[in-house]
């Protein structure tokens, strides 16, 4: 069974799903869940993905399809915990961004509302850039407190998200043709400085998905908007999930 946890109102008729970044797990979203929650009196529920944080399971001979995988990983989630009982927003960070629209594409049905923070919905060359730098980074140790997250495994947790972004088979990864199934009015978050994507991921996804959009561009904020202006991210979404 996948680690997961519940928090907010659990009477509430609307519950958020939080699904992590490419090295993330559920303690490194620290209290920013339950702050949403509690902000607009819903439910919440937070998961470790297989292979993060205390989940089990692991990471090796990662495939290009890894985040279509993972969206259906949060089928069986919302199968078996979350049922249909409740409106359904996801709250993605970035690859949980684009999982979550991927889920909501393929589902569009069962989701309500979405909150995309950094999503990609294509491989940028600065991306690219981004991931190369990151990997000299983890050389030099700077990426060590990951084992505090995901224990002895924290290398295999950041190779297998450097390796795969840095792959031939990865670069032409692309669900752009995915978003006019999209059913949910989406909130897109983007730091003005994210050095894994450009403003081009918010464009595209504001001019593809067919129902309401809103952004928040953030300026001199890196790839972590809801921890660099926790206050000007949590405001937005706020306002956008207490809306109809």
Known sequence: ????????????????????QGLGSISQWRDFPTTV?????????????????????????RTAAYLHEA?????????????????????????GASIALIYAALYPDKIFKIVSEAAHVLVEQITIDGVKAAQLDFEKGYFDGLEKYHGKRFKEVFNAWNDIWLSKEFKDWNIVDLLPNIKAKTLIIQGEDDIYGSLKQVELINANI????????????????????????LIAVKNFLSGT
């Open 37 to 61: 929650c509690a902000a607009i009196n819903a439910y919440g529920y937070i998961y470790d993905r297989v292979g993060y944080g205390q989940s089990p399971g692991n990471l090796k001979d």
């Open 71 to 95: 969206a259906d990983e949060l089928s069986a989630v919302i199968s078996n915990h979350i049922g249909t009982s409740r409106k359904i927003i996801l709250y993605g960070h970035s690859d």
């Open 210 to 233: 067919p129902v309401e959009t809103k952004t928040l561009i953030i300026p001199n904020c890196g790839h972590a908007p809801h921890k660099e202006f926790e206050n000007d991210t």
């Open 1 to 20: 069974m996948l680690n997961h946890k519940f928090i907010g109102n659990e009477n509430a008729d609307t519950i958020v799903i939080f699904l992590h």
